[in-house]
């Protein structure tokens, strides 16, 4: 279960993602399990899996937004790295940073 606590833990601006929100702590929560939930993720995957850097860096500017509008900053930064890589068509190893990013969202869905 993902808690207010679980969040400060793993680097999340959490203060920021409140006002966001307007300090509604169950809100915030509930869009943060969304954002988790999103099956962006799954089609991020999907096309680093296919070395399709285009669809790639769809999924990855998609998620960057909202990563970042929940404050869900490790995240963010990892998505927001891998984003501007595939923006510039840049080679790089894009499976190490899709690792990290599930490792970071998995950490969190699994409280």
Avoid: W
């Avoid at 307007?22 to 999103?38: G, H």
């Avoid at 990855?60 to 509008?69: E, F, I």
Wanted: glycine share 6%.
């Amino acid at each position: 279960m993902i808690t207010i606590e679980l969040l400060r833990e793993s680097g999340a601006d959490v203060q920021d993602g409140l006002r966001r929100c307007l300090n509604d702590e169950s809100f915030y929560l509930s869009l943060v399990q969304m954002v988790l939930e999103d099956k962006t993720f799954d089609q991020l995957a999907k096309a680093i899996e296919a070395d399709d850097k285009r669809a790639a860096f769809e999924a990855a500017h998609a998620l960057k937004g909202v990563t970042g509008n929940v404050s869900l900053t490790p995240l963010y930064t990892e998505i927001s790295g891998m984003t501007e890589l595939l923006r510039a068509g840049k080679d790089a190893d894009y499976p190490a940073y899709l690792a990290r990013i599930q490792e970071l969202r998995s950490m969190l869905l699994s409280g």
